[in-house]
């Protein structure tokens, strides 16, 4: 303990004895960017003694109006330069920087041993990834969206039901920030939320943010709700990486031949999410596309008609 933190240690919900705790916690954040930018600032400031920080993006010039941690590296990995301005703010602070994003594959071994886990990729795919392995490993899970003058926090698997229970399905169809544009200090609110989330459950704070959904909505209106009976949902649909394709696997590219000229799989056949052909029986079927969401909605589609095993996979942006 320093004397940088001692206006937290003067609230008595945290002391000397929750400082220490927090010295020993160790924090998994997936995602630098317009979330993770204020996570990472506010959760190294807290004195939290391990951040493991994950993601595989570079530094570009549109994104320092909402992730300030970054400024004057631009081209950087962002993990990287996340891990210098933690070094910069407190060299006590452990930080492993992974120049790396979640997969189905990497998931659990990233869970595991982690006190909490912060969703800050505002990726549809990973936050169901990230959901599945903290359930499973019994973590919990603070996962945030950001979208234009809105989105929302909220605290899944832990205690709570996982963020299934919450979001069984998907829209049909969604913008991005890239699409629809985001506010900074949006983002900013967001991600700072998550920290303060985090640091609530590592100190064990009452009412727990665990089973909590917070929403902000344009015009600065917050509202949420708790879901701690919520049940989870059966029958959704997971997803796997593209190594994990069989020999057995029908496999369906979602992605035209602009978007990624080689398919996830060289027996992958092409087809439009809106319309997707039958599946033969009794075979899995394998559905990719770049987000997950175009392989949800086809999943969707093909599960009404058949009773064939369903897996998703998404690709994430074809160089």
């Given at each position: 303990m320093t004397e940088r933190h001692t206006r937290q240690i003067a609230l008595p919900e945290v002391g000397p004895q929750g400082q220490a705790r927090l010295a020993r916690a160790h924090v998994l954040i997936v995602g630098a960017g317009g979330l993770g930018s204020p996570a990472i600032m506010?959760?190294?400031?807290?004195?939290?003694?391990?951040?493991?920080?994950?993601d595989p993006d570079r530094v570009e010039p549109g994104n320092l109006h909402r992730q300030p941690i970054h400024a004057g590296r631009?081209?950087?990995?962002?993990?990287?330069?996340?891990?210098a301005f933690v070094a910069a703010l407190d060299s006590a602070v452990q930080?492993?920087?992974?120049?790396?994003?979640?997969?189905?594959g990497n998931a659990a071994a990233l869970v595991a041993g982690k006190d909490v886990v912060l969703d800050c990729a505002d990726s549809f795919a990973v936050?169901?990834?990230?959901?599945?392995a903290c359930r499973?490993?019994?973590?919990?899970?603070?996962?945030?969206?950001?979208?234009?003058?809105?989105?929302?926090?909220?605290?899944f698997c832990g205690?709570?039901?996982?963020?299934?229970?919450?979001?069984?399905?998907?829209p049909d169809r969604a913008a991005t920030c890239a699409s629809a544009g985001v506010m900074g200090?949006?983002?900013?609110?967001?991600?700072a939320a998550q920290a303060q989330m985090a640091l609530a459950v590592l100190l064990g704070l009452a009412p727990s943010p665990l089973g909590q959904l917070v929403?902000?909505?344009?015009?600065?209106r917050w509202g949420g709700f708790r879901f701690d009976g919520a049940a989870e949902a059966g029958g959704g649909f997971t997803f796997i990486d593209a190594a994990a394709i069989g020999a057995d696997d029908w496999t369906l590219d979602l992605r035209g031949t602009d978007e990624a000229p080689a398919p996830v799989h060289p027996a992958a056949l092409r087809a439009s999410a809106d319309a997707p052909p039958d599946p033969p029986p009794g075979r899995r079927v394998v559905l990719a596309c770049r987000s997950g969401l175009r392989a949800w909605r086809a999943a969707r589609a093909i599960a009404a008609r058949h009773p064939n095993d369903i897996v998703l996979i998404a690709t994430g942006e074809t160089p």
């Open positions: 506010y959760l190294a400031g807290a004195g939290i003694g391990s951040l493991t920080i994950v631009v081209g950087w990995g962002k993990a990287q330069s996340a891990a930080v492993d920087a992974r120049a790396e994003w979640v997969r189905p936050s169901y990834i990230l959901s599945d499973d490993a019994g973590v919990a899970l603070l996962s945030a969206s950001a979208l234009g003058l809105g989105g929302y926090a909220g605290g205690s709570a039901p996982s963020l299934r229970a919450v979001f069984p399905d998907l200090p949006v983002v900013g609110m967001l991600g929403t902000l909505g344009p015009g600065l």
